[in-house]
């Protein structure tokens, strides 16, 4: 199996590019990845396709 997983969270963000899809989820505020949609805004990715299924 391949480990897909990051040391921070600057890491995981680092492969996201301008024009990337991102599906995210939550139950309102629960759940919600607040430090991934805040670390997207910092640092100015833009142009994404945001899937959302939330309640």
């Known amino acids: 199996?391949?480990?897909k997983?990051?040391?921070s969270l600057t890491e995981a963000l680092s492969?996201?590019?301008d024009g990337s899809t991102i599906m995210i989820g939550g139950f309102?505020?629960?759940g919600q990845p607040a430090e991934?949609?805040?670390?997207l805004i910092e640092l100015g990715i833009k142009d994404l396709v945001i899937v959302n299924n939330n309640a």
């Not at 991934?36 to 670390?39: A, Y």
Request: hydrophobic share 45%; proline share 0%; aromatic share 0%.
């Open 1 to 3: 199996m391949i480990d």
């Open 5 to 7: 997983s990051s040391a």
């Open 15 to 17: 492969q996201i590019k």
């Open 28 to 30: 309102g505020t629960a």
């Open 36 to 39: 991934l949609i805040d670390g």
